[in-house]
């Protein structure tokens, strides 16, 4: 058994850290604020009894510092913390740090493209990045700015571009430029290499998947298809994905946008031949609903993936 001696010691010196602790809290600059400005409410019997919550605000962050959500130092990630009294109690809330409040943006702008099997690159891209050394490069950048305008202000049925020309002479980048463009607008859209995703789509009947891949890139916001004519024709891709996807958004009046190393009448050549046959009847149709959707524009000149 410990003698009163001891114990009467041991319950000095926990008297002593107590005070310590009690004097470097109301010694903090920003406790010491919070009690000043509230000094007609505020006691030393509720210094004493909510020290614990004057500790747990001094030893966090208060005031932001421009660090990034997962470096946030705070007990609470993403919250800065905040004294309040309530029913005679020094209390403590958290409110949403800067840092949470960009990071919950930027996770919602990461939304706002969703892409299928595109490059970094074009998922990067920017409008004012487009080179513009070419007459038809500048009519094609004032036009993409045009309609992405008219996308933002909801105007109703909104005509796309179809950008076609060599290889390599940006038309993808473009596309991609626009998507970020109506993203600073938080304007979701849907970039989709097709060739790529045709095949994916393949793939769906295994595993059920079929359905949900195609409507989730029928039915979206604004659509872009990237390299239309590039995917081998069978009568399955252009009679039960390309022919019913177009129809639908030329139907629903959905923005949609194209890119393609083909011309129209090129376009139509490819849809029309199969291993099957020609099927003209079939490749003029899709044909007719891609041409309701955009509006044609050459891209030539030099292959700029080279620079």
């Not at 002593?16 to 470097?24: F, L, S």
């Not at 740090?97 to 493209?113: Q, R, V, Y």
């Not at 019913?244 to 083909?262: A, D, G, I, K, W």
């Amino acid at each position: 058994m410990k003698s009163f001696n001891n114990i009467m010691g041991e319950s000095n010196d926990l008297t002593k850290r107590i005070a310590k602790i009690k004097k470097d809290v109301v010694s903090d600059t920003d406790v010491k604020q919070f009690l000043e400005s509230h000094q007609a409410e505020v006691t030393n019997a509720m210094i004493d009894e909510d020290l614990n919550i004057l500790q747990e605000y001094k030893d966090q962050l208060k005031h932001y510092d421009g660090h990034a959500y997962a470096d946030c130092p705070n007990f609470v990630k993403g919250h800065v913390p905040e004294l309040y009294i309530e029913n005679e109690h020094i209390k403590i809330r958290y409110l949403p740090c800067p840092c949470k409040i960009k990071h919950d943006e930027d996770k919602f702008n990461a939304h706002l493209i969703t892409s299928h099997h595109m490059q970094r690159d074009t998922l990067n891209a920017k409008l004012k990045d487009i080179y513009m050394d070419r007459r038809d490069r500048l009519e094609v950048a004032m036009a993409a700015n045009k309609v992405c305008d008219q996308i933002t202000n909801h105007e109703p049925q909104v005509k796309g571009l179809y950008l076609h020309g060599p290889f390599g002479t940006g038309k993808s980048f473009i596309l991609g430029a626009m998507a970020n463009q109506l993203k600073t607008e938080k304007v979701p859209s849907t970039i989709v290499y097709l060739p790529e995703f045709i095949r994916s789509l393949k793939g769906g009947f295994k595993d059920g998947s079929f359905e949900t891949k195609l409507a989730r890139v029928r039915e979206a916001n604004v659509l872009m298809l990237d390299d239309i004519g590039a995917e081998e024709i069978t009568p399955w891709a252009r009679d039960e994905v390309i022919g019913p996807l177009l129809h639908y958004r030329m139907v629903q009046e959905l923005p949609t946008f194209f890119s393609s190393n083909l011309s129209f009448e090129e376009l139509e050549y490819h849809l029309s031949v199969t291993r099957d046959g020609t099927e003209k009847t079939k490749a003029a149709r899709i044909m007719e609903r891609i041409k309701t959707l955009s509006t044609p524009y050459y891209l030539e000149g030099k292959n700029y993936r080279n620079d």
